[in-house]
T-cell receptor
Framework: DAKTTQPPSMDCAEGRAANLPCNHSTISGNEYVYWYRQIHSQGPQYIIHGLKNNETNEMASLIITEDRKSSTLILPHATLRDTAVYYC???????????????FGKGITLSVRP | NAGVTQTPKFQVLKTGQSMTLQCAQDMNHEYMSWYRQDPGMGLRLIHY???????DQGEVPNGYNVSRSTTEDFPLRLLSAAPSQTSVYFC???????????FGPGTRLLVL
């Protein structure tokens, strides 16, 4: 699996966009970028994933660079409830059960301030 | 749907005791897994299963046993608890051909 690098922490003001970066320079052609988050004391929550095109859903947008070596998760209007640890994970598409395994690093701690 | 449920929410054990952490899902997912999370660390995979009757080891399997007799349930057994197993345990499930996993609320285990 490709390794990901995230800064340990960042903060943003409530109501502003939060842009969370992730580097994955060794990503291979069939690997997806996944983002999960973990709010304090809760189980991780899936946010979004993408292969090479930008993706958007009701929670966030995912911007993947053309060379796919980095990506940015965007929370367009951060709220206090978005304070959490965000994990960027690179993984191949799940064709077998073994490919469903996720490797969580330390993630980036986002603090949204009032 | 209840999603992924875990019981108990919190448990205190003495060294050497045994116990089973329960995990159930009602989404008919083939894939289920157990992770542990220690303070300041990411999640580490303990065991996983791709369907009833099939289990495999993850990153940190020592001290834990699992079985998968039904699609819905995936219990994690500690045969002889040790203080090093003090952690928060999360169960997750997903359809087989996706890595979009759904996590339970966690079980907080303290081994004295």
């Amino acid at each position: 699996d490709a390794k990901t690098t995230q800064p340990p922490s960042m903060d943003c003001a409530e109501g502003r966009a939060a842009n969370l970066p992730c580097n994955h320079s060794t990503i291979s052609g069939n690997e997806y970028v996944y983002w999960y988050r973990q709010i304090h004391s809760q189980g991780p929550q899936y946010i979004i994933h993408g292969l090479k095109n930008n993706e958007t859903n009701e929670m966030a947008s995912l911007i993947i660079t053309e060379d796919r070596k980095s990506s940015t998760l965007i929370l367009p209007h951060a709220t206090l409830r978005d304070t959490a640890v965000y994990y960027c994970i690179v993984r191949g598409g799940g064709s077998t059960g073994a490919n469903s395994k996720l490797t969580f690093g330390k993630g980036i701690t986002l603090s949204v301030r009032p | 749907n209840a999603g992924v449920t875990q019981t108990p929410k919190f448990q205190v054990l003495k060294t050497g005791q045994s116990m089973t952490l329960q995990c159930a899902q009602d989404m008919n997912h083939e894939y289920m897994s157990w992770y542990r999370q220690d303070p300041g660390m990411g999640l580490r995979l303990i065991h996983y299963s791709v369907g009833a009757g099939i289990t495999d080891q993850g990153e940190v399997p020592n001290g834990y046993n699992v079985s998968r007799s039904t699609t819905e349930d995936f219990p994690l057994r500690l045969l002889s608890a040790a203080p090093s197993q003090t952690s928060v345990y999360f169960c997750a499930s997903s359809p087989l051909r996706t890595v979009t996993q759904y996590f339970g609320p966690g079980t907080r285990l303290l081994v004295l």
